[in-house]
């Protein structure tokens, strides 16, 4: 993941799996502390579903102008 901004890294990522087996296979491998990403050390955890927004479909009307 990249910042829309800076275009620098975040630090973090997302990866999918064919099913739940593949991903605790991989989050299993990756979780050792041998295993390094330009020599820095990883940790993998599940990713919680995005939350929505409070109001984030909504328009809301005031006065005749959109807000």
Not at 15 to 34: G, I, K, M, Q, W
Request: charged share 25%; with cysteine.
């Amino acid at each position: 993941m990249v910042d829309k901004e800076t275009g620098a890294s975040r630090g973090f990522g997302f990866l999918e799996f064919f099913n739940n087996a593949a991903a605790d296979a991989a989050r299993h491998y990756l979780s050792r502390p041998d295993f390094r990403i330009h020599d820095r050390e990883i940790t993998v955890t599940w990713a919680e579903p995005k939350r929505p927004e409070p109001f984030q479909d909504q328009v809301w009307v005031c006065s005749g102008v959109a807000v």
